[in-house]
């Protein structure tokens, strides 16, 4: 069965500070992987997903995730955040006939400090 | 207008009432779901529709019931709403990009 592990339920950072948000999964074959992202009163926003070919993918609002099978990893990452990054962020999983029946983490939230 | 739309937004109601949210999409998308965040939780699926004739039961059905009245339209209903359904409800739909697509949430409050 798939499953998905967010450990940090709520980080705060720095505006001009480095961001990495954790996420491990347990998934026997290749995994669909995805970040999202809630803004308060808002619904998700696909930031970036990872199905197949190079392991470091880019996303919108600059924001980068490297897919590590080794370490059952997608840990998503911003050099540099800004205030409009506070929100909350959900890794998920799924396979390639998933189709669109992801399993979600719970959540990560990003708190801003100026 | 956005691409997906649920109604109402917010709703306040007493246990045993029926309760529907609805949702409705522009996407041309064939398949939609809905799906239930608690805090700490994440989002878990309860229904799911890959096109009108086909309706799937996800991790936490029970209690809960759909309607895909169109390719645009899919409903959700509380027969008699509980408190532990007090929830955000999420409506979204995918293409066969294995891509969600969300709309803003139903946050739903039992009393």
């Known amino acids: 069965a798939q499953s998905v592990t967010q450990p940090d339920i709520h980080i705060t950072v720095s505006e001009g500070a480095s961001l990495e948000l954790r996420c491990n999964y347990s998934y026997g074959a290749t995994p669909y992987l995805f970040w999202y992202v809630q803004s308060p009163g808002q619904g998700l926003q696909l930031l970036l997903k990872?199905?197949?070919?190079?392991?470091l993918v880019q996303g919108i609002k600059g924001f980068e995730a490297e897919f590590k099978r080794s370490q059952s990893s997608f840990n998503l990452r911003k050099p540099s955040v800004h205030w409009s990054d506070a929100a909350e962020y959900f890794c998920?999983?799924?396979?390639?006939?998933?189709?669109?029946?992801?399993?979600f983490g719970a959540g990560t939230q990003v708190v801003v400090t100026p | 207008d956005a691409d997906v739309t649920q109604t109402p937004r917010n709703r306040i109601t007493k246990t045993g009432k029926r309760i529907m949210l609805e949702c409705s999409q522009t996407k041309g998308h064939d398949r939609m779901y809905w799906y239930r965040q608690d805090p700490g939780l994440g989002l878990q699926l309860i229904y799911y529709?890959?096109?009108?004739?086909?309706?799937n039961k996800g991790e936490i059905s029970d209690g809960y019931s759909v309607s895909r009245q169109a390719q645009a339209k899919f409903s959700l209903s509380l027969e008699s709403a509980i408190p532990n359904q007090t929830a955000l409800y999420f409506c979204?739909?995918?293409?066969?990009?294995?891509?969600?697509?969300f709309g803003a949430g139903s946050r739903l409050t039992v009393l």
């Open positions: 979204a739909t995918s293409s066969g990009a294995n891509v969600l697509t």
């Open positions: 529709s890959f096109d009108v004739k086909d309706i």
């Open positions: 998920a999983v799924g396979a390639s006939d998933s189709w669109g029946k992801f399993q």
């Open positions: 990872y199905f197949s070919g190079d392991t």
